[in-house]
């Protein structure tokens, strides 16, 4: 095994509530009203744009506002995100044994990074490849596979871990093996 990539949101952390707070608040300062029940049932998971347009919300001005707006919340709502324990603890011994551990995610960099330092596991990964990386995102196996190129490993080198349908895809379109995280089952 030379190299573990983690999906962020739902397999590593679980930021369904934070996501979901930060993002009704931005949204209810423009005057769109969501709840956390239809925010869950519909739209958890979705890239910011595509979830963004299926809210109601156009133009990229307008997008980037609320964006900006969900990002500076999010800090507000650290104290409901949860550590996938078990896995980081798996990959911290796998990382002493000489294996690389990177994030894969569709998320904002600036989302994963203070995340990453609230829950104090930034020195526990070796890189991170965000949504803002890739031209292309999940399902394409893009992300994996220039993870991957980085470090020099071939997918029969390779795990990775995910949670959602599209993430499996990409996963699986990589060539390498692949776990499915349900973070309900490890609560």
Not at 41 to 55: L, W
Request: hydrophobic share 40%; net charge negative; proline share 3%.
């Amino acid at each position: 095994m030379k190299l573990i990539l983690l999906d962020f949101d739902g397999t590593l952390v679980d930021t369904r509530e934070a996501n979901a707070c930060a993002y009704i608040e931005a949204l209810s300062e423009y005057g769109i009203e969501l709840t956390k029940e239809v925010y869950f049932a519909k739209y958890f998971g979705m890239r910011c744009i595509e979830f963004m347009h299926s809210v109601g919300v156009d133009g990229e001005e307008r997008i980037r506002e609320i964006r900006r707006r969900k990002i500076e919340l999010y800090p507000k709502y650290f104290n409901t995100v949860v550590l996938n324990s078990p896995l980081w603890e798996w990959c911290q011994m796998m990382r002493k044994g000489g294996a690389k551990v990177w994030i894969v995610s569709t998320g904002h960099i600036d989302n994963i990074t203070n995340v990453m330092n609230y829950l104090n596991i930034k020195g526990g990964v070796d890189g991170v490849i965000s949504g803002d990386d890739v031209v292309v995102p999940k399902p394409s196996p893009d992300c994996f596979l220039r993870a991957m190129d980085i470090v020099g490993a071939t997918p029969e080198e390779t795990i990775i871990f995910e949670d959602s349908e599209i993430g499996l895809a990409a996963a699986k379109g990589s060539g390498a093996n692949y776990v499915r995280i349900n973070f309900d089952n490890l609560l």
